[in-house]
C-alpha cells in the first residue's frame, strides 16, 4: 500500500534548536509539497518541487527555513533556529503532473512544538 | 489569481440527517475542483474531484459534490451522516497549467448522536 512516510511525527525541541523533518514520497511521483497548518492560519503552503526542483517557496519564512529534495525518495524541511511560533503540524504531500493533477497524497504530519 | 470561500466554518449535523458543506470558489480561468477530507490526527485525503465531464461527481464514503460554473460553486452533499464522518473538510482549486492548489479554511463536520 503506497504512502508518504513522514518522520519524526512527534518532536519537542527548545527555541534556537535546528529541527529536520524527512519526508519519503511515495515512489514515481514527481510533484512534493511541504504544507503546515495551524489552528489560526488553517494550512499554508511552505514549498512545492516538481521533479527534484524547487518551484515555489514564496510560503517560507527564508531566514531560518530550508527545503531540499537530495534525491527522488527524500525530501527535506530544516528550521534553524527553531522558534515558539513555529510549533504546528508539518505535512508532507506527494503527487503527480498531467491528469492527475491536484490529486495529492499527504503524510501523517510531523507535530512540532518548540518552547 | 483563484480563491476558495467555505462559508462554514462549523456544521453540526444529527446522525443519519443530510448534510451540505458549501464551497465557492472565483477564478479567471477554468479550474479544477477538490474535496479532501482531515480525519482527527491525520493527514488530508482525497475525497472526490472535478476534472471534467459530468458536473456531478462521485467520491469515497457516500459523498458527492456537484459543480455549478454559473454559481461558480462546488458544494459537498452526503444524504445521510454516520458518526464516523466527524472530521474536517477542505474544498480547494487549481488551473488547468498549475499544479497547485488553492485552499479553503476548512468546515469542520460535527455529528451529534
Known amino acids: 500500500d503506497a504512502r508518504v512516510t513522514q518522520t519524526p511525527r512527534h518532536k519537542v525541541t527548545e527555541m534556537g534548536q535546528e529541527v529536520t523533518m524527512r519526508c519519503q514520497p511515495i515512489l514515481g511521483h514527481n510533484t512534493v509539497f511541504w504544507y503546515r497548518q495551524t489552528m489560526m492560519q488553517g494550512l499554508e503552503l511552505l514549498a512545492y518541487f516538481r521533479n527534484r526542483a524547487p518551484l515555489d517557496d514564496s510560503g517560507m519564512p527564508k531566514d531560518r527555513f530550508s527545503a531540499e529534495m537530495p534525491d527522488a ?42 518552547l | 489569481a483563484q480563491s476558495v470561500t467555505q462559508l462554514d466554518s462549523q456544521v453540526p449535523v444529527f446522525e443519519e440527517a443530510p448534510v451540505e458543506l458549501r464551497c465557492n470558489y472565483s477564478s479567471s480561468v477554468s479550474v479544477y475542483l477538490f474535496w479532501y477530507v482531515q480525519y482527527p490526527n491525520q493527514g488530508l485525503q482525497l475525497l472526490l474531484k472535478y476534472l471534467s465531464g459530468s458536473t456531478l461527481v462521485k467520491g469515497i464514503n457516500g459523498f458527492e459534490a456537484e459543480f455549478n460554473k454559473s454559481q461558480t460553486s462546488f458544494h459537498l452533499r452526503k444524504p445521510s451522516v454516520h458518526i464516523s464522518d466527524t472530521a474536517e473538510y477542505f474544498c480547494a482549486v487549481s488551473d488547468r497549467s498549475n499544479y497547485q492548489l488553492i485552499w479553503g479554511a476548512g468546515t469542520k463536520l460535527i455529528i451529534k448522536p
Open chain 1, 73 to 114: 525518495t527524500l525530501a527535506t524541511l530544516k528550521i534553524q533556529p527553531s522558534e515558539p511560533r513555529d510549533s504546528a503540524v508539518y505535512f508532507c504531500a506527494s503527487g503527480l503532473t498531467g491528469g492527475k493533477a491536484g490529486e495529492l497524497f499527504f503524510g501523517e504530519g510531523s507535530r512540532l512544538t518548540v
